[in-house]
């Protein structure tokens, strides 16, 4: 099969002949119909993931597709299937796996991580019967894809972590694929929804998904900006790029017992570094401060639902559409910046 694959952190991305996947006696093997180019495949790339261990490594982890062949210790699904999984695989064993929280499950299983990833025309995946999620007719292999870790993370973040309701107030620091869909939810669940980037055409498109208010950040001081919009500040904050900068002014935006929710991927901070939260006005304010990483399978069926009925569309995000052998080039430009909206690749 063809894949993407590197040999070595930050060296040169290619598209290699490799052995197509045999599938894990608790397992399957996906035929990969669509997959996402996600920013956290470059942080793959260039070594930011302890979990990547054996190189060359095939990065990719947001994907749908049809079950192509089925391990033996597999009962709940069989070859045909048009199926999704979440990018964190749960072992389906644990305490966290049994309460519904296999996104922070201790012995989680990530493509394009843990193993080789969906930059491919095939991908094997473990613990199937757990993870899989097979999908309605009405929601396309390219939507699927771009569920993965941008779309459901942000459908959790929004509905289950922030726990967003109707006449609420949420700022949304960063309008990529994260941010841009938890203006959407935000906005289908009641909420007034304050849109904060530095692009104007990211902007615009979160405008056009549910944004009453958006603030270039390049051109006013946003927390003063939102304050004078929404007086006394929101009450939910969502860092949907993760940096200092906008985790800061996140939470300085909003009202007192507000709620923080942090999306964007954020390196440790050195030694020496100020705080990424300021710490100081969470505690003045009595401010939640909440994580939000992926989400398990368990609770794709009520995404998908509300997809399936219209309520909220991921597939508006969809921008861009490349082969498999463009990914190399298409994953090296996020090296000195990121497109506004969804690629999918199609392999």
Not at 115 to 132: H, L, S
Request: net charge negative; charged share 15%; hydrophobic share 45%.
């Amino acid at each position: 099969m063809k894949a993407v694959q590197f040999d070595g952190f930050g060296e040169t991305l290619y598209v290699a002949e490799r052995e197509t996947p045999v599938a894990p006696v608790d397992g399957v093997v996906i035929q990969v119909k669509a997959a996402g180019l996600c920013r956290s495949d470059w942080h793959a790339w260039q070594g930011h993931d302890p979990d990547i261990t054996v190189l060359p490594h095939v990065p990719g982890h947001e994907f749908a597709g049809v079950v192509d062949e089925v391990g033996s210790g597999v009962t709940t699904l069989k070859v045909g299937d048009r199926v999704v999984f979440p990018f964190v695989c749960g072992c389906g064993e644990c305490s966290w796996c049994a309460s519904g929280n296999a996104q922070v499950c201790p012995d989680q299983w990530q493509p394009g991580f843990s193993g080789p990833g969906t930059y491919a025309e095939y991908v094997a995946i473990p613990r199937a019967d757990f993870n899989a999620v097979v999908l309605p007719d009405e929601v396309t292999f390219d939507v699927a894809a771009s569920l993965g870790c941008r779309f459901a993370t942000s459908y959790r973040a929004i509905k289950h972590v922030a726990e967003v309701q109707s006449g609420e107030t949420v700022a949304v620091f960063g309008c990529g694929g994260i941010g841009l869909a938890a203006i959407m939810i935000a906005a289908a669940s009641g909420a007034t929804v304050v849109a904060v980037d530095v692009n104007n055409e990211a902007l615009a498109l979160a405008s056009q998904v549910g944004a009453t208010h958006v603030f270039n950040a390049a051109e006013v001081d946003v927390v003063e900006a939102i304050k004078a919009a929404i007086p006394g500040g929101v009450d939910v904050s969502v860092d949907a790029l993760g940096s200092i900068p906008t985790a800061k002014a996140a939470v300085e935006s909003l009202r007192v017992q507000g709620r923080h929710v942090q999306i964007g991927l954020l390196l440790p901070a050195k030694i020496g570094d100020k705080a990424t939260v300021p710490m100081h006005v969470v505690i003045a304010k009595e401010l939640q401060v909440l994580g939000s990483h992926g989400m398990a399978a368990a609770a794709y069926p009520e995404m998908l639902a509300d997809i399936a009925a219209g309520i909220i569309d991921p597939g508006t995000f969809i921008t861009h559409r490349i082969p498999l052998d463009a990914v190399p080039e298409a994953l090296s430009q996020m090296s000195t910046g990121t497109e506004p909206g969804v690629t999918i690749i199609q392999p």
